[in-house]
């Protein structure tokens, strides 16, 4: 079993800045791509930034310029760095990752989510 475990969130005023972080334990063969999810309240949960294992970044618009998604493979580790942080970032942020997993010779795919993390910008 694979588990995926965030830390960083909190409260911090607008223009401030906070730095995510989300480690894989488990029995993980290799991560592959990795993605920050975020759930404004009252809202559906959207994706905003994705880095797969070679390191290649997408940005939603709304984050694009202000956030940096990265990882540190050797630490099974996804980073979001975020800057210029407005209110309207007010959500619960996730990480996600399909990892490999090896199981008896076998090498299976699963996808795999945190249990999220509070970020809330105050005006």
């Known amino acids: 079993q694979v588990q995926l475990v965030e830390s960083g969130g909190g409260l911090v005023q607008t223009g401030g800045s906070l730095r995510l972080s989300c480690v894989a334990s488990g029995r993980i063969f290799s991560i592959n791509n990795m993605a920050w999810y975020l759930r404004p309240p009252g809202k559906q949960r959207e994706l905003i930034a994705t880095i797969s294992s070679s390191g290649n970044t997408t940005y939603t618009e709304p984050v694009k310029g202000r956030f940096t998604i990265s990882r540190d493979n050797a630490k099974n580790t996804v980073y979001l760095q975020m800057n210029s942080l407005k209110p309207e970032d007010t959500a619960v942020y996730y990480c996600?990752?399909?990892?490999?997993?090896?199981?008896?010779?076998?090498?299976?795919?699963?996808?795999?989510w945190g249990q999220g993390t509070q970020v809330t910008v105050t005006s």
């Open positions: 996600n990752a399909r990892i490999t997993e090896n199981s008896r010779g076998y090498y299976y795919i699963n996808e795999y």
